[in-house]
């Protein structure tokens, strides 16, 4: 009687015989954009940790009382709160799928320049991986570039070796991903998209003149003819999924998908307009005032103040499908008061419903030409180049009708123009924060104090980053914990 | 009853000689030959020891009356008066009861029957006579408190298992021992089976007795053996019992006014405007445990018809117990049949064990609305300003509001509207055949079967259940059916026999062992029911349903060799060595070996021992060591594989609207390619002591395991991103303990009390860890309020450390660490004195388990009625108590026990620090705050009896039956406990490396009242 103690496992092909082929390489590809799709990277807590935490929002209005402490840089049951743990998680996962891309693919048998695209794809999203950590989590975050084994324990990194790694994936990337549209690649990245995640890195890394030559190519053609699109509203709107204002975009699934792991963009639900979602988002006062502190040649209010916030503009103003007047019959607690203000972009109030759903079909963008003609703006300016600067940004007014500004603005005040034309054009974009950040704002704690309340709790030298999980650290001896957390 | 066995006097030297000659057979109330059983003229010196056959011969006695004394270890002795002539032979037949005492019993210790006294390892028994008169459900329940060194830990929900530790925790995986049921491996789960038909339950504890089950007996082995037929009429026993079951402590909660009187003050220190909820008017008042908890009931019928010839007997006994939950919408029903027979002719004997049972259990569901429902955690923690039922709220259950910001689930709503059914459908067999090849030589081929086939069904309906978690589309379906198979197949040679004038016995067995083992698994899931009352997956939408299966196969194949040998019942000798391989680790770590021996010592046997200062008087004195290796595979089938998870998409939204789904795949698990089997290395010395004609003995062990190359499910960081944490071989953990045993019985004519107390020390540390040493963090979400290090027992508590309130600022200033408190605020000590209260304070609390746990029992008789009172303690321990956690802090809007006391500035004198609302520091979780001592001693059993005399039948003409009894049985009647929590004994479910952590996941143990009717005919 022979029992075979020899077994395998029946239910799935193991490590032993996968990364083998060519439609292994790109499954193992498609399984690293799947990460895309987490609540910690693209999914939900971005616009919490780059927008509500920034002065232009707030979460002290949450009901959740960790989630209500969080832009007030508290954490009252811990580091493991959501926001982090899972933008922590999430984004290693990330960055471990593609690590097993990088190291296996170019050990399979199969065509050259698939091989070349497959790795080029790797690295992009292990560098964009990196830049989230290192501008949430700050340069104690350990680096990981192969596939680790059960028993490593990786050690914090620094600053400087981080940053080179990100630039390196992005170089590399540019160099192999095909020069594409978003609407040409299926959703994948491009040449353009690793270009242009380059120049952001060296922005944010105030290395204004490699940034500048980053950036320029891009706005010259050679990475594909991006343009702005003519309605900024529509960018955010599942109709301008994919379009020519792209550079990088997640693929956002819906509730049917969801079954399938590809679940839709959460943030209107849970940032956006109370009633139809949550509101645990909101945005400040201050940051709804600086829409009015310009207007368009036409004496109108400037339309992406339209397309970010629900605010009143009388009883009619609608919200969802119902007008304000009757929302503040319905639920008095939240729309009897008309100083309130709620997010509204990414959100699906043009469908005719009432509802908002948790998975909005809408693809986050990652990085919009707007970005790439300020990013450079900015990048010239700093290196006294005001002039070349100030047409980049007047392009980006030009769209939705602001005057041009004069080309002869001090480098001072062009410096304030572009910040602040940021700060208009990409509202819950995720991009605040890094602001905040590459412009050294967080020293001037008073103004930011006077933008956002939230900031009077606010740490000048720990506040800047999020505490590491503690589950990392428990289990992590070798991650350092930020100072002052 | 326990009764306890003289043993027969040694031959003395000079005897007058006589002609007569008394001869006979000693057979066992199963008609079985007792080899061995001592015959003996009282008073005398004539006296013989029974051979093979059971016959024994006394020859040379002169003529007279005799008092004849027929004794063997293991049975009731005899006594009868006999005259003999001279010259006559007389024979008397003797038939012994058997008995069970801590000395003397027969063990089945796995693949030999051993006499107890010959046994020189260390094993524990229970027979049904321990248990028969206390009513339970399972086979741990009835184990409780019975047995040195076996910890239980049982939870009041109907149907769970209990925990099962046998002398400490040698691993960090699941520490349930290996269970076997008459020869039949079936795993670490307790096997369900109807306690009214276990006729004992062996506890192998250590290595020498467990060694013979090699590769999974590294926890130990608890061997289970059911009743049998007996030779003679066929008999019948009807046992019933009918009781009441409540959870015997309730929480004392504020009331909705109490409760908002305390936070309005929370919030005003907080310098926040308290919602409506708080500083509104209260108009409900609700009183959530009212609500959750019930009087449940407990009813069994059992049915057993039992006989034979001696050729062939058989048992049949059929069974039913319905148990209603002390929690809402909670029940278990099981219906089991057993067939247990055996047919001898000539050298040939067939027999057969065949167990089929259902159960039905509906359980508290898991995983509701994205999280883990804790009904106890929620129902303290409900505000009671929140009503039962709200007409206003989708579905109409009341919950949290912007009112009453409260993320609770609402526990009544769950029970009421969703369920969480698991039906089982069991087999358990095992036949044999065996051959007596030549002499005392035997082949025996087993055959072994357990297939369970399961239907999990979780029922989710569409109800609002918890604030701000929307209304479900529709209802969910989720559904599985797990299917086990595990199969039996051994071929074994047995020798018992007797040698050199019965000086040398031997008894031994070699042979080959293998199972064959699958799971086969399938789930669907589908939502969208449009008609609530249609509960089938065909009834759901299509949209978003899933399915999905597996199956995974478990091989072993295992030799084995087992010797006892003992010589002039003097010196005792046991050998075992096995080899085992197993699927579940990788190719060249397939096989392992494993063994054990240990000696044993009667000195009492020996000639000079009457002579020994104080001992020299005691009956009975046997000295005992053992050693030997044994393995652990518990790391679940295909673990050292790192799979390849599919179906990870990405989709492209084309500009159209249109979508288009690719597939992805890696590896999303980090696995360990090289494991290796755990070795446990264990060492025990014991003694057996029998005084005062062996009314009083006494069992003591002290032993030493140390398992090595640990099988570990490594936690593992975030960073590396696995979705499974793999087993790793990391580290050495050391148990040790003494283990004490004592029963004493007095029988004054009328009267007989049998008192047992156990005791049990245990002492675990970790002696090293793999992975340069790093501790392992587990325990209350990610808090990691417990951990596993070297130096200190598994799952530790690791807190930081409070010293008071800060009762002035000075206090405040003077502390330094905590510049932000102010008074009333808890202090923490500066373990590094770097100035700051941080993670790096925390240090560690090494007593998350019981230093000392035991068992006292007292089971009498007089005349028809007998009394039985059984107590339990533990000591030593500390609890995390997540109910305590819930209900003293204002961090969140919450219920707080009643009582709550806060500290203010005119009210210093108290242990509790300010109320603050969204109080951090106060109420961190990773704070010694939330320590209890865990020490308790429990009623835990309490039995009256009255067995109606002949008299009394007869005159209400019922003849044919032996005295039926009633009783009324009490468990659980109460607690002596400071614990604050539901129950000081819900530790040691869930998390192995969190032990001594009370997360409220476990149900507390009711108290039962029960009545019951045992009638045999």
């Known amino acids: 009687c022979r029992n075979d103690v020899d077994i395998t496992d029946p239910n799935a092909p193991s490590s032993g015989n996968f990364w083998q082929t060519a439609a292994d390489a790109q499954a193992g590809v498609t399984a690293t954009y799947n990460t895309l799709l987490r609540l910690g990277t693209f999914q939900r807590w971005q616009a919490f940790s780059y927008d509500t935490r920034s002065d232009i929002g707030t979460t002290n209005t949450s009901p959740w009382p960790e989630l209500n402490s969080f832009s007030k840089f508290q954490f009252p049951s811990g580091y493991d709160f959501d926001v982090s743990r899972d933008t922590w998680n999430d984004t290693y996962t990330l960055i471990n799928r593609a690590n097993l891309v990088i190291a296996n693919v170019p050990n399979i048998n199969m065509d050259a320049a698939q091989k070349s695209k497959n790795v080029a794809e790797g690295k992009f999203l292990r560098g964009l991986g990196y830049f989230h950590l290192m501008t949430l989590y700050g340069a104690n975050i350990p680096l990981i570039t192969t596939p680790p084994t059960a028993t490593d324990r990786p050690a914090s990194s620094d600053s400087a070796t981080v940053w080179a790694q990100i630039e390196k994936d992005f170089t590399e990337a540019a160099a192999a991903l095909p020069k594409q549209l978003m609407s040409q690649s299926g959703g994948a990245a491009t040449a353009g998209a690793a270009q242009g995640m380059l120049g952001k890195t060296l922005l944010q890394e105030r290395k204004w003149a490699q940034a500048s030559a980053a950036l320029a190519p891009i706005i010259a053609g050679q990475f594909g003819s991006y343009s702005l699109v003519p309605d900024y509203a529509t960018l955010f709107r599942r109709e301008g999924n994919n379009g020519p204002e792209s550079l990088f975009e997640v693929q956002m699934g819906n509730v049917d998908l969801c079954g399938q792991g590809l679940c839709g963009l959460n943030i209107a639900k849970m940032a956006g307009a109370c009633g139809p979602g949550y509101c645990d988002g909101r945005p400040t006062r201050w940051y709804f005032q600086q829409f009015f502190l310009d207007s368009t040649t036409t004496k109108q209010v400037d339309p992406r103040l339209d397309a970010t916030i629900f605010y009143y503009k009388g009883p009619s103003t609608p919200v969802y499908a119902k007008s304000w007047a009757q929302w503040a019959r319905d639920d008095p607690g939240n729309y009897g008061d008309t100083t309130r203000l709620y997010f509204k972009k990414y959100g699906e109030y043009y469908t005719g419903s009432n509802d908002q759903t948790w998975e909005a079909q809408i693809n986050f963008k990652v990085l919009r030409y707007a970005d790439v003609l300020l990013m450079q703006a900015e990048a010239l300016n700093e290196q006294g180049q005001t002039a070349q600067a100030i047409p980049l940004v007047n392009q980006v007014r030009a769209r939705v009708g602001l005057a041009p500004l004069a080309t002869s603005l001090s480098q001072a005040a062009a410096r304030a123009a572009i910040l602040k034309e940021r700060l208009l054009e990409f509202g819950l974009e995720g991009q605040r924060w890094l602001d905040l950040g590459r412009q050294n704002l967080f020293t001037d704690i008073a103004t930011l104090r006077s933008h956002d309340t939230d900031f009077n709790t606010f740490v000048p030298g720990q506040s800047q980053v999020l505490p590491i999980p503690q589950r990392e650290r428990n289990l992590n001896p070798n991650v350092k914990q930020n100072p002052g957390w | ?1017």
Request: with cysteine.
């Open chain 2, 1 to 1017: 009853a326990l009764a306890t066995t003289a043993l027969a006097p040694a031959a003395g030297a000079q005897q007058p000689r006589g002609t007569a000659r008394v001869t006979g057979t000693v057979r066992g109330d199963n008609g079985q030959p007792l080899v061995g059983a001592q015959v003996a003229l009282t008073g005398t010196g004539y006296g013989a020891v029974a051979g093979d056959d059971g016959r024994y011969s006394i020859s040379g006695v002169p003529a007279g009356t005799y008092t004849l004394r027929a004794a063997r270890i293991g049975y009731t002795p005899v006594t009868q008066q006999v005259t003999v002539g001279d010259g006559q032979t007389l024979t008397v037949d003797v038939t012994l009861t058997a008995s069970a005492t801590t000395l003397t019993a027969v063990s089945v210790v796995g693949y030999t029957n051993e006499q107890r006294r010959d046994i020189s390892g260390a094993v524990s028994t229970v027979t049904s006579s321990d248990i028969q008169d206390q009513k339970v459900a399972t086979v741990e329940e009835a184990l409780r408190g019975r047995a040195p060194g076996v910890q239980i830990a049982a939870s009041g929900q109907p149907g769970r298992p209990a925990s099962i530790v046998v002398r400490g925790q040698n691993g960090f995986g699941n520490p349930s021992p290996l269970y076997v049921v008459d020869g039949m491996y079936v795993g670490q789960q307790n096997p369900n089976i109807n306690p009214d038909d276990i006729a004992s339950i062996n506890i192998l504890k250590d290595a020498s007795a467990a060694a013979q089950y090699g590769a999974q007996a590294s926890n130990g082995v608890i061997v289970i053996t059911t009743k049998r037929g007996a030779n003679g009429p066929s008999r019948f026993a009807l046992n019933t019992y009918y009781g009441f079951q409540q959870i015997p402590k309730r929480i004392p909660l504020m009331n909705a006014a109490e409760f908002q009187n305390v936070f309005k003050a929370a919030y005003a220190a907080a310098g926040q405007t308290p919602p409506a909820g708080v500083s509104g008017g209260a108009s409900i008042n609700t009183d959530w445990q009212d609500a959750l908890f019930q009087r449940g009931a407990i009813q069994n019928y059992n049915l057993t018809a039992s006989g034979g010839t001696t050729s062939a007997s058989y048992l049949l006994s059929g069974s039913v117990l319905d148990q209603k939950g002390t929690v809402i919408n909670t029940d278990f029903r099981r219906y089991s049949v057993r067939v247990n027979s055996d047919a001898t002719r000539g050298r040939i004997t067939v027999g057969e064990a065949l167990a089929i049972s259902q159960s039905n259990q509906r359980a508290y569901p898991n995983g509701i609305f994205g999280g883990q429902a804790l009904p106890l955690i929620d129902v303290v923690s409900l505000l009671p300003t929140i009503p039962i039922r709200d007409p206003n709220n989708p579905g109409g259950w009341g919950y949290g509001s912007d009112a009453n910001p409260n993320y609770g689930v609402n526990p009544v709503a769950v029970l009421t509207n969703n369920s969480n059914r698991t039906r089982s459908n069991q087999v358990i067999g095992t036949a044999f055949g065996e051959v007596k090849i030549v002499g005392n030589l035997r082949y025996r081929l087993n055959l072994g079967l357990d297939y369970n086939d399961l239907l999990h069904r979780v029922w989710t309906s569409s109800a609002q259940v918890r604030y701000l978690t929307p209304v479900l589309t529709g209802a969910s379906l989720f559904q599985e059916q797990p299917n086990t198979q595990q199969l039996l197949y051994e071929n074994l040679l047995n020798y018992d026999g007797t040698f050199g004038g019965g000086n040398h016995r031997l008894s031994a067995v070699a042979g080959q062992t293998s199972q064959n083992n699958s799971y086969q698994q399938l789930s669907a899931f589908r939502q969208g029911f449009s008609n609530e009352q249609l509960q089938q997956l065909n009834a759901g939408s299509t949209t978003g349903f899933t399915n999905g299966g597996f199956y995974t196969p478990f091989r072993t194949n295992s030799v084995l060799g087992r010797a006892t040998y003992s010589f002039k019942d003097r010196y005792l000798l046991t050998g075992s060595v096995r080899r085992d391989c197993s699927s579940r680790f990788s190719p060249g770590n397939r096989c392992g070996q494993f063994g054990a021996g240990s000696i044993g010592w009667v000195v009492s046997e020996e000639g000079f021992w009457k002579g020994v200062p104080m001992l020299g008087s005691a009956d009975f004195f046997k000295l005992r060591a053992s050693t030997g290796v044994l393995g652990d595979q518990n790391i679940g089938d295909l673990a050292y594989f790192s799979p390849v998870s599919q179906n990870i998409n990405y989709v492209s939204n084309g500009p159209s609207g249109a979508t288009v789904i690719s597939g992805g795949a890696t590896q999303t698990v980090l696995a360990n390619t090289d494991l290796k089997w755990q070795r446990n290395r264990s060492t025990d010395v014991g003694f057996d002591l029998g005084l005062f004609d062996n009314r009083l003995s006494l069992t003591a062990d002290y032993y030493v395991n140390i398992a090595d190359q640990l099988l570990v499910q490594l936690p593992l960081p975030g960073s590396l991103a696995s979705d499974r944490n793999p087993f790793v071989n990391a580290g050495k953990v050391r148990n040790a303990g003494f283990e004490l045993g004592l029963t004493h019985r007095l029988d004054r004519g009328d009267f007989d009390l049998n008192t047992t107390l156990n005791l049990t020390t245990t002492a675990n540390r970790v002696v090293s860890l793999g992975n340069g040493g790093q501790p392992i963090s587990s325990g209350f979400g990610d808090v990691g309020v417990a951990r596993t290090a070297v130096g200190h027992p598994i799952g530790a508590f690791y807190l930081k450390e409070t010293c008071g309130i800060f009762q002035t600022a000075a206090d405040v200033t003077a502390h330094k660490a905590q510049p932000r408190a102010q008074p009333g605020d808890l202090c923490f000590v500066d373990q590094n004195a770097d100035g700051t209260i941080n993670d790096q304070d925390r240090v560690f609390f090494d007593n998350p388990i019981p230093k000392v746990t035991g068992g006292l029992f007292f089971d009498s008789h007089w005349k028809s009625i007998d009394l039985g009172l059984n107590f339990r303690g533990s000591f030593g321990n500390k609890i995390f108590n997540a109910i305590k956690f819930a209900t003293e802090r204002t961090t969140g809007l919450s219920n707080l026990r009643a009582g709550y006391n806060p500290w203010t500035t005119s009210n210093t004198n108290t242990s509790t620090p300010r109320a603050v609302f969204g109080d951090a520091v106060n109420g961190d979780p990773a704070s010694d705050r939330w320590l209890e001592s865990g020490n308790f001693v429990r009623i835990q059993n309490v039995v009256l009896g009255y067995s109606i005399p002949q008299r009394l039948l007869s005159s209400m003409r019922i003849s044919g039956t032996e005295r039926p009894r009633v009783y009324v049985n009490l468990q659980n009647l109460y607690t002596f406990t400071k614990y604050s929590g539901y129950d000081p004994e819900v530790l040691g479910f869930g998390d192995p490396l969190a032990r001594g952590v009370d997360d409220g996941l476990i149900y507390p143990n009711p108290r039962t009242i029960t009545l019951g009717l045992d009638v045999r005919f």
